[in-house]
């Protein structure tokens, strides 16, 4: 092995071992704010926001949140945001999101009746930091 292959072998030696000791605390969904539907019969709508909470001591970027919308027990839609947002050490982003139901949904969600209803929002949050990408599961209830 020549002379220029030894840095090369350090710096590899030493990624593995910094990747091996750092471990991702789960990044959380801390809540759903602002659950609403709306636009009618003619262009119905399901909107959130999503507060995601990163408990690390290192800022990550968020490159992937796959979620499915339920209200009572029907799934009104899937959602999936492929950015690449950064979040800050110890702090918390929020991510608007908007899905369109299908017309089973729809006819699904008028024909429940009106009153207070059940909402569950789950899926998958993927967050990466510089090569490294770990996927973590989030569920949030809800009423609106």
Excluded: W
């Excluded at 292959?5 to 590899?12: A, E, G, R, S, V």
């Excluded at 709508?45 to 507060?51: A, G």
């Excluded at 908007?98 to 569950?120: F, H, W």
């Amino acid at each position: 092995m020549t002379i220029l292959h030894k840095p090369y072998l350090i710096f590899t030696l030493i990624v593995l071992m910094l990747a091996s000791s750092c471990t991702i605390q789960p990044v959380a969904v801390k809540r759903i704010d602002n659950f609403r539907t709306g636009g009618g019969i003619g262009n119905p709508s399901v909107n959130f926001d999503v507060i995601v909470s990163n408990p690390n001591a290192f800022g990550l970027r968020l490159c992937e949140l796959e979620s499915s919308v339920i209200l009572g027990n029907e799934v009104v839609s899937k959602v999936t945001v492929e950015k690449n947002i950064p979040v800050k050490a110890g702090s918390d982003v929020l991510i608007p999101l908007s899905v369109t139901p299908t017309v089973n949904n729809i006819a699904a969600m008028i024909l429940s009746g009106s009153g207070s209803k059940d909402y569950r929002v789950k899926g998958n949050i993927t967050v990466g930091k510089f090569i490294f990408r770990k996927k973590f599961p989030f569920e949030a209830n809800g009423k609106f």
